[in-house]
């Protein structure tokens, strides 16, 4: 158990519709990861949050936005949803200060499947 | 459990033997690097890091060797055994401004262990 939640474990909705993923990190990190994994394109970076502040931006769509939350809770939301955004999305956090990177942990994943 | 990806390259190795799993990365800017390993329905889970100013980092049976020169990774198990069956990727990370860092996935190893 890696300490970083996400909920929910699994998500069925149609094209067009909007959902919203959620994410807790490990106790005390600061950073907030977001990726997407789908069997074509693999592990996919999309956002980070530090502290609340968007600090890296990585194949993020314009129909996905996220944010974090003053107690440091992740959302991630997917408007419009497409088939194609059919993916395990995943959250990392890690204990980030400065400039010196440090490991990420990941949670068990949201499966998102778009009918 | 569900496959990661479809047409990963896979390592089968007895039990017992050592398995090395190498890795290309891309950018020379890139100055920390993580291997993680991957279960079937599961989120990464890290396995040993090393950053760029180092060539080599040893931890519990398993050791990372980082050649700048060509731009290589690998990771080496020792005496592998049935529960390292797993698909293992490898990360760079590149950092940006104080606390901004993005992680890029390789395309992932599967090992496979025979007993």
């Known amino acids: 158990d890696s300490g970083v939640t996400q909920t929910p474990k699994h998500l069925i ?9 959620r994410c807790s990190p490990r106790s005390g990190d600061l950073s907030v990861y977001w990726y997407q994994q789908s069997l074509d394109q693999g592990l996919q970076f999309l ?4 502290n609340g502040e968007e600090r890296a931006k990585g194949n993020i ?5 996220a944010q974090q939350f003053p107690d440091l809770h992740s959302e991630l939301n997917l408007s419009s949803l497409e088939l194609g955004d059919s993916a395990l999305y995943f959250c990392a956090s890690s204990g980030t200060t400065g400039s010196v990177p440090n490991e990420q942990y990941f949670g068990p994943g949201t499966r998102l499947t778009v009918t | 459990g569900e496959s ?8 089968s190795v007895q039990e ?3 398995s090395i799993i190498n890795c290309a990365y891309s950018n020379s800017a890139s100055d920390y690097f993580i291997w993680y390993k991957q279960e079937s329905g599961k989120g990464p889970q890290f396995i040993i ?3 760029s ?3 080599k980092r040893q931890g519990q049976r398993v050791t990372v060797l980082l050649n700048k020169t060509v731009k290589h990774l690998s990771l080496q198990i020792a005496a592998t055994q049935p529960g390292d069956s797993a698909v293992y990727f490898c990360a760079e990370n590149v950092s940006f401004k104080a606390a901004g860092n993005k992680l890029t ?3 992932g190893t599967r090992v496979l262990v025979k007993p």
């Open chain 2, 16 to 18: 017992g033997d050592n």
């Open chain 1, 61 to 65: 769509l314009e129909r996905f936005s």
């Open chain 1, 13 to 21: 909705t149609a094209t067009g519709q909007r959902v919203t993923l």
């Open chain 2, 53 to 55: 100013n180092m060539d």
């Open chain 1, 47 to 50: 956002i980070q949050y530090y």
């Open chain 2, 4 to 11: 990661v990806g479809l047409h990963l390259p896979t390592l």
């Open chain 2, 105 to 107: 996935f390789g395309g």
């Open chain 2, 49 to 51: 890091d090393i950053r």
